[in-house]
């Protein structure tokens, strides 16, 4: 299983950056997928969720109203659109897959949960 995460870069206060992640090797449908991230000296945070299918979502509060996730079943792929981003929002972020079942088949927001992660992609915004 591999997830490929990409578009992370250098913007200033206020602009703009698109994530994707590219998961292979397994079956995608069957996962709900999130996006995570970690900034120096903190713990990793959940950042947004989206069901299998799509219909469902999750957003972290500091992220609801600037960020939007979403995912692309026939090209295997997830999103995070990023807004209106802010200094604060800084860090390495991760995408992360986690496989329904009768435990888990709703989107959660603790890492220990999903069981594969991409590589993580830098966002750094500048004030």
């Known amino acids: 299983v591999q997830l490929q995460a990409s578009g992370g870069g250098l913007v200033e206060a206020g602009g703009s950056l698109r994530l994707s992640c590219v998961a292979s090797g397994l079956f995608f449908r069957s996962y709900i997928m999130g996006w995570f991230r970690q900034a120096p000296g903190k713990e990793r945070e959940f950042v947004a969720g989206v069901s299998s299918s799509g219909g469902s979502i999750n957003y972290a509060d500091s992220v609801k109203g600037r960020f939007t996730i979403s995912r692309d079943n026939a090209k295997n792929t997830v999103y995070l659109q990023m807004n209106s981003l802010k200094p604060g929002d800084t860090a390495i972020y991760y995408c992360?897959?986690?496989?329904?079942?009768?435990?888990?088949?709703?989107?959660?927001?603790?890492?220990?949960?999903?069981?594969?992660w991409g590589q993580g992609t830098q966002v750094t915004v500048s004030s």
């Open positions: 992360a897959a986690n496989r329904i079942s009768s435990v888990y088949y709703t989107i959660n927001d603790k890492p220990e949960i999903y069981e594969f």
